[in-house]
């Protein structure tokens, strides 16, 4: 088991919040890079920050997952939703966004933007959730711990746990451009967000094996869990 710092709290947003700027402040770029995740679990955190943005700092926003094939504000479009509900509130610039395009060649796609972090020094905080089956990112059970960037056939699992959020809009789509494993885990720093008990200690407690994409943050040397409490407790048990 790797070691991790845990927090949780009834105020999931807040506790998240806290951690983002702590994450930021402790990084001593002028404008940190920063990756933030779509999906239900960081709604509480990016409604904090649209609350607090007059305290919330500047960073460089670095997308890290989209769906394949997909215009950029198609209404199932990750980087879109993050600018909706984040990136608008703190106006920030679009010269600020390293944004997967996902009607592009997908190797041709993957390359620029793995070149593009490189360039711009790296990931400096990288915020994620987990899937149910275990994923980050889009890397899916069974993904290679040292990818970078690729193009995803989404599990029949994954497809299905989204459809809550695309139905309405032609379902979800069978492939995504993901950062790898191997990117993610270049961050200096990581916060994942959980609100998923079982998964959760299946990562971060149990053998660290391709079968569970998330279990490589084990190995990640500076990595910050912020979790409901039904997750924390859960964790604190298996500690
Ligand atoms: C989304 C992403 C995914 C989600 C995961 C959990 O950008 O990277 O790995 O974090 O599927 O989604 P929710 O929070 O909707 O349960």
């Not at 951690?19 to 960081?42: L, S, Y």
């Not at 139905?167 to 789509?173: H, L």
């Not at 910050?224 to 997750?231: G, H, I, K, L």
């Amino acid at each position: 088991m790797g070691v991790y710092q845990l927090f949780d709290h009834e105020d999931f947003g807040d506790i998240a919040f806290q951690q983002v700027v702590k994450a930021v402040n402790d990084n001593h770029r002028p404008n940190p890079t920063i990756i933030f995740p779509t999906g239900g679990t960081p709604e509480p955190l990016y409604t904090r920050i649209a609350e607090l943005r007059s305290f919330f700092p500047m960073f460089d926003y670095i997308n890290l997952d989209q769906y394949y094939g997909i215009e950029y504000d198609d209404p199932r479009s990750y980087p879109f939703e993050i600018e909706q509900k984040l990136l608008k509130a703190l106006k920030l610039k679009p010269d600020l966004q390293l944004v997967f395009n996902a009607t592009a060649q997908a190797n041709h796609e993957c390359h620029r933007i793995e070149n593009a972090i490189r360039h711009a020094g790296g990931i400096d905080i990288a915020v994620i959730g987990i899937g149910p089956n275990g994923h980050i990112a889009f890397n899916e059970p069974k993904t290679d711990f040292n990818t970078r960037a690729h193009l995803v056939d989404l599990t029949p699992e994954t497809i299905a746990a989204n459809q809550k959020y695309c139905a309405q809009f032609g379902g979800v789509p069978p492939q995504a451009l993901t950062l790898g494993l191997g990117t993610i885990m270049e961050a200096k720093k990581i916060i994942l967000l959980t609100n998923k008990p079982e998964i959760t200690l299946r990562a971060l407690h149990g053998s660290v094996t391709t079968d569970v994409p998330a279990s490589v943050l084990q190995r990640h040397p500076n990595l910050t869990v912020v979790a409901t409490p039904q997750v924390g407790a859960k964790l604190r048990l298996a500690a």
